[in-house]
């Protein structure tokens, strides 16, 4: 993190791994009626990896006005293990997207907030017998604080979420 108060920028990356061993997954069966089975299975191996960029800017209209943008971008990799009916197969999941953030504040008594992502994922599975997967989404949150009276927060937000794989219906 980096931190330049006067030009009110804010620079921040975030780096992590882990691998686990005794992980619990879930086992399932499936049965031609649709009725699912589970049961926890330890697996070892479990890796996950993520890193994470985001810069925040803030900008003073006046003494009452802020306006702060915050673009960050990430990107993740993650290996598990999947057990369906007996078939146990590795899968690889690799995820990024970009996102921006921007609000208004008028005298810390109005904020205005508006955030968007997008995000692509690919899953792809060691077995045959899983089909890969590959998703786009995207979201968005607009947010609207008001602190008035005195002593009295009044929060409200709305969020969109758009996933085109879902199941029809």
Avoid: C
């Avoid at 599975?125 to 005195?150: M, N």
């Amino acid at each position: 993190s980096m931190n330049y108060p006067k030009k009110l920028l804010n620079f921040f990356l975030n780096a992590n791994a882990a691998v686990d061993d005794n992980y619990i997954i879930r086992e399932r069966s499936v049965s031609t009626e649709g009725l699912q089975v589970t049961r926890p299975v330890n697996v070892d191996g479990i890796f996950r990896a993520s890193i994470n960029l985001q810069l925040s800017k803030q900008y003073k209209f006046s003494n009452n006005w802020q306006l702060s943008v915050r673009p960050s971008v990430g990107y993740s990799y993650n290996t598990s293990v999947l057990i369906v009916n007996r078939i146990r197969s590795t899968s690889k999941s690799y995820s990024t997207g970009p996102s921006l953030s921007f609000g208004f504040n008028y005298m810390d008594k109005i904020e205005i907030n508006q955030f968007y992502y997008s995000g692509w994922r690919k899953t792809v599975y060691e077995s045959a017998s899983f089909r890969d997967l590959e998703v786009v989404t995207h979201g968005t949150t607009t947010e609207l604080v008001i602190r008035y009276p005195k002593n009295w927060v009044w929060e409200s937000s709305l969020d969109y979420r758009y996933n085109p794989q879902v199941s029809p219906g």
